[in-house]
Every structure is written in structure tokens, then in C-alpha cells.
């Protein structure tokens, strides 16, 4: 059991090409719960879950973001997200974004810790996933928002991350090398 758990951490990867293959409900419902076991500062679980899956309700979110980061002042998704070839979650069947109030303490860092569950769970279950950042940048655009506020990202959150989620279409990339220089060991 827990050489499987260290190899479950240690081959997952993202993935950036999906079958067009939904993801079965109660496969979604786990992940999530694994989201909602992760750690929070003080236990105070400031997080908020939406997850989408259709094709059509994709599509229109990454076109709403398109249009959001084009109002926007010149940012560094500009470029990235106003490629025509741009989708929100890489044509994954299925996005969860992550949000919480930016008011509560440590709600990014509470949010990092949730989509980091979601992505092990989802490879412990064959899955595939990939880190989407890009929308956190949208939130203040008022049409934007609208919409997720429609979705039932609740209004006062910030999307701190989203994970698409789906069967890969073809093998899992291969690790990069590590970077050497990352540890000091302080031991007595």
C-alpha cells in the first residue's frame, strides 16, 4: 500500500489530450471528496467545488474567458488564451474549478492543497488532469464573473485553480529530470 501511494505521486503527470470520453459521475464525486479531505489552515476548509462536464457548457466557458481576457489590459494570458486553438481544459470532459474567498487566510495555499488531492485521486483512478490557471485572472471582468456566479462559483470567490479531468489519449509523458540543487538536509 504504501509503495503504491509513492508511486501514485511519483508517475503522475499532466496530461493535455483527452479522449472524448465523459467522466462517469461517481468517478468526479471521489475526486471531490478527496479535495475535501485535504488539508486547510486551521481546518478551516475555505474552499468551493464546481464541477463541469459537457462539451457544450466547456466550449461556452472558454469562449466567455476568451472574451474576459480580451477586455482585460494587457496580461500574460493574452497571447495563451487568444490562441483560436485555445480551450479551457484541453477538451477534457470535465473541469473542476477551485475557488474560495480571497478575504479568509491562507485561501490560495488551501486551494493549491485541494487540487493537488484531486489530481492524485484522479490518476489513482486512471484519470488524467492538468492544472488550468487562467481563469483566477477573469474573476473582477463583471460578464465573466456573471457567469460564474450562474455555474455556482459563489460571488465574493476567486477561482485559485481548476483541474480538467479525463481518459488520456495516449501514454503519460515521461518525468523531467528533477533539478538538482532543490534540498538542503538539516540533520543532527
Not at 496580461?75 to 480551450?87: A, C
Not at 483541474?163 to 543532527?188: F, H, I, M, Q, T
Request: hydrophobic share 45%; aromatic share 8%.
Amino acid at each position: 500500500m504504501q509503495e503504491a501511494i509513492l508511486r501514485n505521486l511519483l508517475t503522475r503527470r499532466s496530461i493535455r489530450k483527452y479522449l472524448p470520453k465523459p467522466v462517469p459521475r461517481e468517478l468526479l464525486e471521489k475526486i471531490v471528496e478527496a479535495a475535501l479531505y485535504a488539508p486547510s489552515a486551521m481546518g478551516r476548509q475555505p474552499w468551493h467545488f464546481v464541477v463541469l462536464a459537457g462539451e457544450k457548457r466547456i466550449a461556452d466557458l472558454t469562449v466567455a474567458l476568451k472574451e474576459a481576457v480580451a477586455r482585460m489590459p494587457e496580461n500574460i494570458y493574452q497571447k495563451f488564451v487568444g490562441n483560436p486553438e485555445y480551450t479551457v481544459s484541453y477538451h477534457a470532459p470535465a473541469l473542476i474549478m477551485v475557488s474560495a474567498d480571497p478575504a479568509k487566510p491562507n485561501a490560495e495555499a488551501d486551494c493549491a492543497l485541494a487540487l493537488g488531492n484531486i489530481f492524485l485521486a484522479a490518476h489513482a483512478l486512471d484519470l488524467g488532469t492538468c492544472w488550468i490557471n487562467q481563469m483566477g485572472s477573469a474573476c473582477p471582468d463583471e460578464r465573466f464573473r456573471a457567469l460564474l456566479t450562474e455555474l455556482g462559483v459563489p460571488p465574493q470567490n476567486y477561482i485559485y485553480g481548476c483541474a480538467a479531468v479525463g481518459w488520456p489519449d495516449g501514454p503519460r509523458p515521461e518525468a523531467a529530470p528533477r533539478k538538482s540543487g532543490k534540498v538542503n538536509y538539516v540533520l543532527e
